[in-house]
């Protein structure tokens, strides 16, 4: 993801609007004053976000646009991304063409622009016929309405599927990780052994070095969360806590943004989606964007965390 127009940026954070549905003028704009100052450029939606609420589908796109009012330029500084695919009554997934057609078409109405720098599949679509899909981002493409494609918690072998027929690169694929909930580094760290739990593939087979491999960007989603949820100062993680209280101490950084390096030191350059709305841990977790963990201290975490390592 290329950012522009910024002195300072961190391409490798991006803000989550999933959480903004309830959030008013003024705190929208002050999560995304604090995004922008820490260098942030990135903003993430779904067509899904928000769809519990009265505005329905669309709703965090919508309130997005009404709160912050960008002007031109300042649209022009940013990368919007959006995605589709995930729908209710009932509950399941659809990308055919005409879903996702008109589904782009109500995101750049909601976010009140022309384009989408991304545009992703939410989850996969076990009904997909690849070129409906190839021919809904031929028709996105030559509008001028996306600039870029990629998923989201896709597995190597669906993303083959999507590429029979689909001619444009899939850039990113979205996908959970963090220190805590990490299968797709754990799994090729203890392939082959019986007697620990995260040899057993829960990533689709090698979606980390396939990723490397095709050029895709892996964007961390719940970054500072687990199965029981946020790990940060939770009692059931004292020994993680502890060592990322003694990381954060010695580069002089809260604690997030040590959970943040343990994603962004990793070589295949992810990135982190923050789902936070409080400004000052906006700040603060991306202030892990560059720091420089060392080895040591990497596996130091990971083993914190829980982990095995043979």
């Known amino acids: 993801m290329t950012e522009q127009n910024a002195v300072s940026t961190v391409p490798n954070i991006i803000a989550g609007m999933m959480r903004i549905a309830d959030r008013t003028d003024a705190e929208i704009r002050a999560v995304y004053t604090a995004a922008r100052e820490a260098g942030v450029t990135q903003f993430d939606h779904a067509d899904l976000y928000g769809f519990n609420h009265p505005g329905g589908y669309h709703h965090c796109e919508r309130r997005f646009a009404e709160a912050l009012q960008l002007s031109g330029a300042q649209r022009e500084e940013i990368v919007l991304q959006s995605k ?3 729908v209710d009554e009932p509950w399941g997934y659809d990308q055919s063409y005409e879903h996702i057609i008109a589904s782009v078409d109500r995101s750049l109405a909601a976010l009140r622009t022309d384009y989408l720098d991304v545009l992703l599949l939410h989850r996969p679509d076990a009904l997909v016929e690849p070129e409906e ?5 031929d028709e996105l493409e030559a509008a001028g309405k996306v600039r870029a494609f990629g998923v989201s918690n896709h597995t190597p072998r669906q993303i083959d599927l999507l590429k029979t027929a689909v001619t444009q690169p899939l850039v990113v694929n979205q996908v959970q990780l963090s220190l805590v909930h990490a299968p797709i580094i754990a ?3 203890t392939a ?6 995260d ?3 829960l990533d689709g087979g090698g979606l980390l070095e396939y990723s490397r491999i095709h050029g895709i960007t892996l964007q961390a989603w719940s970054p500072f969360q687990g199965p029981g949820g946020v790990f940060l100062d939770s009692p059931d993680y004292p020994g993680l806590n502890a060592e990322l209280n003694r990381l954060a101490e010695k580069y002089g950084v809260a604690p997030i943004a040590i959970a943040t390096a343990w994603i962004t030191r990793h070589p295949a350059t992810m990135q982190v989606v923050l789902g936070t709305t409080t400004p000052q841990r906006v700040a603060d977790a991306a202030a892990g964007s560059t720091l420089p963990l060392t080895r040591g201290e990497w596996y130091g975490l990971f083993r914190a965390a829980g982990h095995h390592l043979p």
């Open 199 to 201: 040899a057993v593939t």
């Open 133 to 137: 899909v190839a021919r809904a981002f």
């Open 192 to 197: 082959n052994m019986l007697a620990t739990p």
């Open 187 to 189: 799994q090729g760290l």
């Open 84 to 86: 589709t695919g995930i």
